[in-house]
T-cell receptor
Framework: LAKTTQPISMDSYEGQEVNITCSHNNIATNDYITWYQQFPSQGPRFIIQGYKTKVTNEVASLFIPADRKSSTLSLPRVSLSDTAVYYC?????????????FGSGTRLLVRP | GAVVSQHPSWVICKSGTSVKIECRSLDFQATTMFWYRQFPKQSLMLMATSNEGSKATYEQGVEKDKFLINHASLTLSTLTVTSAHPEDSSFYICSSPWGLDGYTFGSGTRLTVV
């Protein structure tokens, strides 16, 4: 199981772009990289998933370098409602036996 | 998208009683369900994995006789906290694999044992 390392916390201001980097040096060839968002007293919510290069959806972008040993979640123009904990996980999404092991996550605080 | 409905959202029980938490997959068949526990300001900790029609697999350090898991159908998995004590107070979350988006999570259950 690939272990992930993220910053414990980050601060930002409304309207800024936030980049959260995750290290996963032991990522396997078949592993995907997935980011989840969690608000207090709620279950995690899927944000974005990628395998290599860049993926973009309506809420975020995910940048993955060629060696795939790290990834960066980019949140454009954050708002107060983006204050949450963000988790980076690696694994095979089509393998139902794969256990999602959560790391510490990054606690993002967006200030007015 | 896939939805896992988790109930109750919160529950308060007396020490020594048992509490059952349900997770239902609403629009897909959940062959596998993962159960997590989360203490305040901490990350999710995997407790056990349940597969429909078979016994659950528990992570090291999790008491299987205390946390009973039943996955009798493809749409329902339950976690029963037996003889609950204050130290069992936590946020419990279920999750099931779903397609290429990874995993879908329940909304969580806040258990308070008094």
């Amino acid at each position: 199981l690939a272990k992930t390392t993220q910053p414990i916390s980050m601060d930002s201001y409304e309207g800024q772009e936030v980049n959260i980097t995750c290290s996963h040096n032991n990522i396997a060839t078949n592993d995907y990289i997935t980011w989840y968002q969690q608000f207090p007293s709620q279950g995690p919510r899927f944000i974005i998933q990628g395998y290599k290069t860049k993926v973009t959806n309506e809420v975020a972008s995910l940048f993955i370098p060629a060696d795939r040993k790290s990834s960066t979640l980019s949140l454009p123009r954050v708002s107060l409602s983006d204050t949450a904990v963000y988790y980076c996980l690696v694994g095979g999404p089509e393998d139902s036996s794969y256990k999602l092991i959560f790391g510490s996550g990054t606690r993002l605080l967006v200030r007015p | 998208g896939a939805v896992v409905s988790q109930h109750p959202s919160w529950v308060i029980c007396k020490s020594g009683t048992s509490v059952k938490i349900e997770c239902r997959s609403l629009d897909f068949q959940a062959t596998t369900m993962f159960w997590y526990r989360q203490f305040p300001k901490q990350s999710l900790m995997l407790m056990a994995t349940s597969n429909e029609g078979s016994k659950a697999t528990y992570e090291q350090g999790v008491e299987k006789d205390k946390f009973l898991i039943n996955h009798a159908s493809l749409t329902l998995s339950t976690l029963t906290v037996t003889s609950a004590h204050p130290e069992d107070s936590s946020f419990y979350i279920c999750s099931s694999p779903w397609g290429l988006d990874g995993y879908t999570f329940g909304s969580g259950t806040r258990l308070t044992v008094v």
